[in-house]
């Protein structure tokens, strides 16, 4: 085979959907569900296996399976205990433009907090945004790796009385010092929209310890079934559907032997960029890669114009990639925030992640060619603006 047909080969084998890793067992399970007639989580079990499923690996007490990490974000912020004069809520400058949404549907006002170069903000960037009208603050593990500060800025709003909620939306598989993120706040949204290491097209959970939160969530989230709780100002529709739940749970099975598999290439993935001349920075380092999910390496770069031509090459090769341009949905200055937007500590333009394919062992070292092609050719930056 000659070179170029390699590359090729390498590039069509690389399977970035994770999700169709499971196809098979994910449609024998949903044509279950559609014979049964049961599709509701109200008289079915398969919402409710997740949800005991997910706080199980994630060491939590219960889940409420919701029909997206949004709408879950929304329906806690309506069920925590807080005083009307709790209005604020801090979220960090790179989440998802739905998250501010739902703050504000849910009566409160987003506040921003600037993120470092791990694109987590850390308890500095937070502590001058809480006062005595901050109801909550949501954390997010972005791009498949742990805000390295948690463990701080939980113990921090623990002494203060303010509730953290981990956005671990992308943060399937991602641990810090061994457990799993989402054990540190009052609770954790996850969710399971087409892009994330569970897939099931949309959908979330809630995870938290206090039984009567989840209690509470369910019952406002529409679980007819329970009483709805005095105070409510009435019950919604936020559930999850059976299809939805028999989608997830076959990837479930599937995520350990994922990580892993991930891991392998993540690993080498790093090596290639740490060799190149114009990397500033890689994310997550060798040492601390298991504690990401495998499915992203991050780098930066010396300027947006060598991260936007970096882009520009691997686009035409084929190798799947974030770089954030102008108008991302995940940055904060496009949000239309109606608070003066934060002053950002790092140019986020510089910063660029690949996914890392599943791929089988012989189109590997073909793979990571065509990275390293891409950063090799006009390393000089600036092209094709
Ligand atoms: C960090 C983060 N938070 C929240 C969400 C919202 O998740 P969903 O699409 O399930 O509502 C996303 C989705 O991409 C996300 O990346």
């Not at 960090?92 to 409160?108: L, N």
């Not at 987590?120 to 009208?133: C, D, V």
């Not at 974030?322 to 910063?351: F, I, K």
Request: net charge negative; aromatic share 4%.
């Amino acid at each position: 085979m000659d070179s170029l047909t390699r590359l090729h080969a390498a590039r069509d084998a690389a399977v970035y959907q994770y999700s169709t890793l499971t196809a098979h067992a994910q449609n024998a399970l949903v044509a279950k569900v559609l014979a049964s007639g049961d599709l509701g989580m109200i008289g079915g079990h398969h919402v409710h296996d997740l949800e005991r499923r997910v706080a199980e690996r994630v060491s939590r007490s219960g889940a409420v399976a919701t029909s997206s990490a949004t709408t879950g974000i929304e329906l806690l912020l309506r069920c925590l205990p807080t005083r009307p004069s709790q209005d604020r809520v801090v979220i960090p400058e790179v989440c998802w433009i739905s998250v501010p949404t739902a703050v504000r549907r849910a009566g409160k006002a987003p506040v921003v907090a600037p993120v470092t170069s791990d694109l987590t903000p850390y308890w500095e960037q937070i502590e001058p945004l809480i006062g005595e009208n901050t109801a909550a603050v949501i954390l997010a593990h972005v791009r498949g790796r742990p805000a390295p500060d948690t463990r701080r800025i939980a113990e921090e709003l623990a002494h203060r009385g303010v509730a953290l909620i981990e956005d671990c939306a992308q943060a399937w598989q991602v641990t810090l010092d061994g457990p799993h993120v989402g054990t540190h706040g009052i609770a954790a949204v996850f969710s399971t929209q087409t892009y994330k290491l569970v897939a099931t097209g949309e959908g979330g959970l809630i995870l938290a310890d206090d039984t009567d939160l989840l209690d509470r969530l369910r019952a406002i989230g529409g679980d007819t079934r329970l009483p709805l709780p005095n105070n409510a100002d009435g019950r919604g529709n936020d559930r999850m559907s059976e299809l939805t739940a028999a989608s997830a749970l076959p990837q479930l099975d599937n995520l350990d032997w994922l990580t892993s598999t991930l891991h392998e290439l993540q690993l080498q993935l790093i090596d290639v960029l740490e060799r190149s001349p114009t990397t500033r920075q890689v994310l997550p380092e060798r040492v601390t890669a298991r504690s990401s999910n495998g499915s992203l390496v991050g780098m930066w770069l010396p300027t947006a114009d060598h991260a936007r031509g970096l882009a520009n090459r691997l686009f035409r090769l084929g190798v799947r990639h974030w770089w954030p341009g102008r108008g991302d949905s995940h940055l904060a200055e496009n949000w239309r925030l109606t608070q003066p937007a934060c002053h950002g500590l790092v140019d986020l333009r510089c910063y660029l992640d690949i996914q890392v394919p599943v791929l089988d062992e012989e189109h590997r070292a073909a793979y990571l060619e065509l990275v390293d092609r891409a950063l090799h050719d006009g390393s000089g930056g600036g092209e094709h603006r």
